[in-house]
């Protein structure tokens, strides 16, 4: 089974539940939405859907305490999932920025992951901040805290492509297929492999055709 029928599945599992539980949480969804699924446990958390946006097949789970999200105006989405756990935590998808198809794990309490303005993902892209589980050292200290994760504008990252927890992408940059960013990328830069090294400079990228 694909990631998009299991997408499929879950958000019609979620669909039969009672979809927000907890004390003011706020929906505020002024997009046009197909199949847009909400599962929410926990107080004073927010999600802001703005105007003229587009999601199709969307699943927002949160689980904690004063989480947000918030996909800005003009913003495509399609067939992704929106997964939040812990307390404070923020995901900011920025103006005219189109998904294909992408998880995005927010976990662990004060994180981020922000993506900036006319981005463009592909398909099968997964985000986190997390590890999800604790490696300890010979004290029994975990060692692998999580970390946010910072998409500035202009980035174009290609399908099947993972970004772990305290990366920045800086503006212009283009990740190619199949890569796993593990570390900071500089600007108006190709990236590929595993994991994604940067095999070309000063380049720019446009979404036509030409």
Not at 31 to 42: D, R
Not at 139 to 166: M, S
Request: charged share 25%.
């Amino acid at each position: 089974m694909n990631l998009y029928r299991i997408k499929l599945l879950l958000s019609k599992i979620y669909r039969k539940l009672k979809p927000i539980r907890g004390r003011n949480n706020i929906i505020k969804n002024d997009a046009k939405t197909n199949h847009l699924s909400f599962n929410i446990s926990g107080d004073n958390n927010q999600v802001i859907i703005s105007k003229k946006a587009v999601l199709n097949n969307v699943l927002v789970y949160v689980r904690g305490n004063n989480n947000k999200l918030v996909i800005e105006e003009s913003c495509f989405v399609n067939n992704s999932i929106f997964w939040i756990e812990n307390n404070n935590g923020l995901i900011h998808i920025g103006k005219k920025t189109t998904i294909e198809e992408a998880h995005f794990g927010l976990a662990e309490d004060n994180k981020k992951i922000m993506l900036g303005e006319d981005c463009m993902l592909s398909s099968g892209i997964y985000i986190t901040t997390t590890d999800s589980h604790s490696l300890l050292n010979d004290d029994k200290i975990r060692i692998n805290h999580g970390k946010n994760v910072t998409i500035k504008n202009h980035v174009w990252i290609a399908r099947n492509v993972q970004i772990l927890k305290g990366v920045t992408i800086d503006d212009g940059v283009v990740v190619g297929a199949g890569s796993v960013v593990s570390k900071d990328l500089e600007a108006e830069s190709l990236y590929v492999g595993v994991p994604a090294k940067k095999v070309k400079s000063n380049i720019s990228w446009l979404r036509e055709k030409i």
